[in-house]
C-alpha cells in the first residue's frame, strides 16, 4: 500500500492510499473523512459537498459546544453516534487529525469530544491489488459513567444510481413471527416513486431532480447493500449480530434527497464502560460493472447480483 500527504479539491491537507487498484482519500485538516474512493485514475464514486451545503448549525449547538459551532458534513464517509441527538451526534469535527501507520494499514483520530466524553478513530486496511478496503469504526469513552452507543458509518455516494437493499429471507420452520421491519422517518412519503418494496429486494433510486428527502431503515440481517451506478457498483458489507440496534431495530438506514444518496451500517447498541471502547467493520467492495437493472425486476437484480466478479 502506498501513502502520501497530498491537498484534494478545497478539502486542504489529505492523505492518499493506493493499492495498485483503487485509491482512497481522507482528510487530515478535519474529520476524518474519505472523500475519494475509486479504481486508480477513475471517478470519484463518494459526494463531495464542496459547497458545505449540508451543515447543522443553531442555537443548541451555541450552546452545547460554542458560539458559531457548526457541524459539516464534508460528504464522502464519516463515522457518527447513535441514537442521533441534538446537539450531542453533531460534533464539529473541523479540527486536525492525528494519523497513524499500521503494518497493514492506517488510523485516523478525530479530536476528543470534550462534551460527550469520547473520541472516534477510523482504521483503513487494504491489501494489496484488490478492489476491497475494510474500515473499521472504533470510539473509546473517556466518561466516568457508562455511555449507550451505536457506531454508525454513512456513506454519502454521488446521485443518479440504485440502492439495492436485501429483504431478509424467510425461515420455513419458523414462520410465526415477524422477520422483516421497515421504519420511516417523518418526512418520508412510504408512496415515494424512487422507492420499491419487493419481496426480496427494497431498491432506492436517486433522481438528481428530486429534492424531497426521503429516509428509511431495516433490520438487514444478510449484512450487505449495494448502489449500481453508471460504471461501478459498490457493496457494503456488515456483520449483524443478534441484538438491540437503535430506530426500531435498524442495522441498515438510508437516506437520499437531490443532491446524494447515503448507505448507513449501526452497530448494536452497547452499554460502554468508562474507559471501554467499542468497534464496528465494513467492507467495502467495488466492482467494474456497466449494466442497468431495472429497480422492480427482482430476478434481474437477484442475477445481477450473484454474478458480480
Known amino acids: 500500500m502506498d501513502l502520501k500527504e497530498i491537498d484534494f479539491e478545497n478539502y486542504g491537507k489529505c492523505v492518499q492510499l493506493s493499492n495498485g487498484v483503487i485509491d482512497l482519500v481522507v482528510t487530515i485538516d478535519c474529520g476524518p473523512r474519505v472523500v475519494r474512493f475509486g479504481f486508480i485514475g477513475n471517478e470519484n464514486i463518494l459526494y463531495n459537498d464542496l459547497d458545505r451545503k449540508f451543515k447543522v448549525q443553531n442555537e443548541f449547538m451555541d450552546d452545547y459546544y460554542s458560539e458559531g459551532a457548526a457541524c459539516y458534513f464534508y460528504g464522502g464517509h464519516r463515522l457518527w453516534l447513535a441514537p442521533e441527538r441534538m446537539p450531542e451526534s453533531y460534533f464539529p469535527d473541523n479540527d ?109 433510486r436517486h433522481d438528481p431532480s428530486n429534492g424531497r428527502p426521503l429516509k428509511l431503515g431495516t433490520n438487514n440481517t444478510l449484512g450487505w447493500a449495494a448502489y449500481v451506478d453508471r460504471t461501478y457498483t459498490l457493496i457494503k458489507h456488515f456483520v449483524y449480530s443478534d441484538a438491540a440496534y437503535p430506530d426500531y431495530g435498524s442495522s441498515f438506514e438510508t437516506y437520499c434527497n437531490g443532491d446524494y444518496l447515503s448507505m448507513e451500517t449501526m452497530s ?34 437477484q442475477h445481477y447480483i450473484e454474478n458480480l466478479k
Open 268 to 301: 448494536p447498541l452497547y452499554q460502554i464502560e468508562a474507559g471501554g471502547a467499542l468497534r464496528h467493520v465494513e467492507n467495502l467492495s467495488l466492482f467494474r460493472t456497466y449494466s442497468d437493472v431495472h429497480p422492480t425486476d427482482e430476478d434481474s437484480i
Open 96 to 204: 486536525p487529525v492525528i494519523y497513524a501507520l499500521l503494518p497493514d494499514g492506517v488510523t485516523f483520530s478525530s479530536a476528543k469530544q470534550k462534551n460527550n466524553d469520547v473520541q472516534t478513530r477510523l482504521e483503513i486496511v487494504m491489501g494489496d491489488n484488490t478492489s476491497d478496503v475494510m474500515l473499521v469504526h472504533s470510539v473509546k469513552n473517556f466518561s466516568k459513567e457508562r455511555q449507550m452507543l451505536s457506531l454508525w458509518p454513512i456513506t454519502m455516494v454521488r446521485g443518479g444510481g440504485l440502492e439495492i437493499i436485501p429483504q431478509n429471507r424467510a425461515d420455513e420452520d419458523d414462520e410465526l413471527l415477524p422477520n422483516r421491519v421497515l421504519t420511516f422517518w417523518p418526512y418520508t412519503d412510504p408512496r415515494d416513486e424512487r422507492l420499491y418494496v419487493g419481496n426480496r429486494f427494497l431498491t432506492l
